[in-house]
């Protein structure tokens, strides 16, 4: 008995597990819009049904008038014989009319009686048809209502869902935006790295050959050299054009006196900025012989100051 009722414990919880887990199921599957649907269309059934109801009781009532039109006439018909056999002297026709006619009669009444009864029952059909009319009106509107509704939510809910990176596809979309950007950090950052150590020479350059990165190395400190060379020079020039611009504005202030310097006539046209002081290039000057001491010594590459004996002679800026 023990094991019985466990069996069946057992039983009523699978059956238990097994009608939640469908109703969960059918509920995931369950359409509103489908389910509303089908309602209307069993109302628009039963309206029907009762349409058709309605019709056969008329029917039915139809013909029981026709039975009782009939008996009316066969009523009437025998009541004129009854009338005419009396009146040529047989009373025993007469009799026997007057007793089909009662006979007639009594089937009239009934028939009225039942001809009554079904006009009763149309007149209830007829009035519960247009009640369900109008109540499956009302549904129909409603059903449209809720259906709109409903569907407003789901776009309003997928349109949510899509923002807010949530939904399936959009989901998808999102991971493969993310993998595409990690792919392009990565390549950005390797090829910066590659750029790096090609720049350094730790890579090799497989199409402009191997680099020496102790010709790599010389090659810009001759660029540095060449640079401060060329700074050189240039100081050169404006130290060597600096007097003669003194020279030259003396000059002019001793021929003119105390006249004021001519401005630049404005055009009427738009603004346009003064043109920019031309400077001459500095006259050649002849290269100044040094000893053969010093020449040996910058030669070899040794400072001039370090020779014995010419540290004290006096440069080029200090004969000028």
Excluded: H, W
Aim: hydrophobic share 35%.
């Amino acid at each position: 008995m023990k094991g019985t009722a466990a069996r069946m414990g057992v039983m009523k919880r699978v059956s238990l597990v097994f009608k939640a887990k469908a109703n969960r199921a059918l509920d995931k599957m369950e359409d509103p819009r489908e389910t509303l649907d089908y309602s209307y269309q069993r109302q628009l059934e039963l309206l029907t049904k009762v349409r058709r109801g309605v019709a056969d009781v008329a029917t039915s009532r139809k013909r029981v008038e026709l039975q009782m039109n009939q008996l009316q006439q066969q009523a009437d018909k025998l009541q004129t014989q009854a009338r005419k056999a009396l009146g040529m002297g047989r009373e025993d026709l007469a009799r026997e009319a007057l007793t089909r006619k009662s006979s007639a009669q009594t089937q009239l009444d009934e028939l009225a009686t039942q001809y009554a009864q079904l006009q009763a029952e149309e007149e209830k059909l007829t009035l519960a048809s247009q009640r369900l009319q109008a109540k499956v009106d009302a549904f129909r509107t409603r059903k449209e209502t809720i259906k709109a509704t409903y569907t407003a939510a789901e776009a309003q809910t997928r349109i949510n869902e899509a923002f807010s990176g949530i939904s399936e596809e959009m989901g998808d979309v999102g991971m493969a935006i993310q993998r595409a950007e990690d792919k392009t950090a990565q390549m950005q950052a390797r090829a910066g790295a590659i750029d790096e150590l090609m720049a350094s020479g730790a890579l090799d350059d497989a199409v402009g050959g191997r680099r020496d990165d102790i010709q790599s190395e010389l090659d810009m400190m001759s660029a540095s050299s060449d640079v401060e060379r060329e700074l050189a020079m240039l100081k050169g020039e404006i130290t060597a054009t600096a007097p003669k611009q003194l020279e030259g504005s003396a000059s002019n202030g001793s021929g003119q006196g105390s006249q004021a310097p001519q401005q630049p006539q404005q055009s009427e046209g738009p603004y346009a900025p003064p043109a920019p002081p031309q400077y001459a290039p500095p006259p050649p000057t002849e290269p100044v012989q040094q000893p053969e001491a010093a020449q040996q010594s910058q030669a070899n590459g040794l400072p001039v100051a370090d020779l014995p004996g010419l540290a004290d002679e006096p440069q080029d800026g200090d004969r000028s």
